[in-house]
């Protein structure tokens, strides 16, 4: 279950977009710290969302259009043959930031920090497992069941549906279930790609 495996047709489908970012003078690090911004403003329109719903609708849409601009400075680096090891680098920090800033505003929105420092950490352990294996000498390990792309998607939707379930489901409102996800199964991805990678050094 992960969608990273289709990073290739989103390259293709991000042709027009690379080429209106080259015409327009943006860099790829750029692109990275406008992503991130926008992160943070999904972050808060999360937090707010507790009280006001349809403002998880805003955040769903903050979600996508990060998720839009990380693939965008990638292939934008490709275009203008910037891509370095410091842009990678700050991709990656910045990545892993719009992780914790987005599960952060979800958490604080419900009021659910147990649940948020669960995710987070089963999110950040996911990340570090993939590029670990790559400082190890191995290809970035990006398999598992839940990727980023995944998780920008799950978010995305899951946001999208707070606008109008509001009533908790068996305790936990459909954010709090999100979360949970993310903690289960993100330690389980972490523990999957650390899998692979010693199988691979053996």
């Given at each position: 279950m992960t969608l990273d495996k289709y990073r290739s047709l989103a390259d293709r489908a991000l042709e027009p977009f690379v080429t209106a970012a080259a015409r327009l003078g943006l860099t790829p690090n750029g692109v990275s710290v406008l992503a991130i911004v926008v992160a943070a403003a999904a972050a808060g329109a999360f937090y707010?969302?507790?009280d006001e719903p349809l403002l998880y609708g805003v955040g769903a849409v903050l979600v996508f259009v990060n998720g839009w601009l990380d693939l965008l400075d990638g292939a934008l680096?490709?275009?203008l043959d910037a891509a370095s090891e410091a842009g990678d680098l700050l991709d990656h920090a910045l990545d892993r930031y719009?992780?914790?800033l987005i599960i952060a505003g979800l958490a604080a929105g419900i009021g659910r920090y147990d649940l948020?420092?669960?995710a987070v950490t089963g999110v950040l352990m996911t990340s570090y497992l993939g590029t670990?294996?790559?400082?190890?000498?191995?290809?970035?390990v990006?398999?598992?069941?839940?990727?980023?792309a995944d998780r920008l998607a799950l978010i995305g939707v899951v946001g999208a549906l707070a606008v109008v379930v509001t009533d908790p489901i068996r305790e936990?409102?459909?954010?709090?279930?999100l979360l949970i996800v993310f903690a289960v199964v993100g330690h389980v991805t972490a523990l999957q790609r650390f899998y692979y990678a010693m199988g691979d050094l053996r």
């Open positions: 707010l969302g507790g680096a490709r275009r719009a992780d914790i948020g420092l669960a670990q294996a790559q400082a190890v000498g191995l290809d970035r990006y398999g598992g069941l839940l990727g980023r936990f409102t459909v954010v709090g279930w």
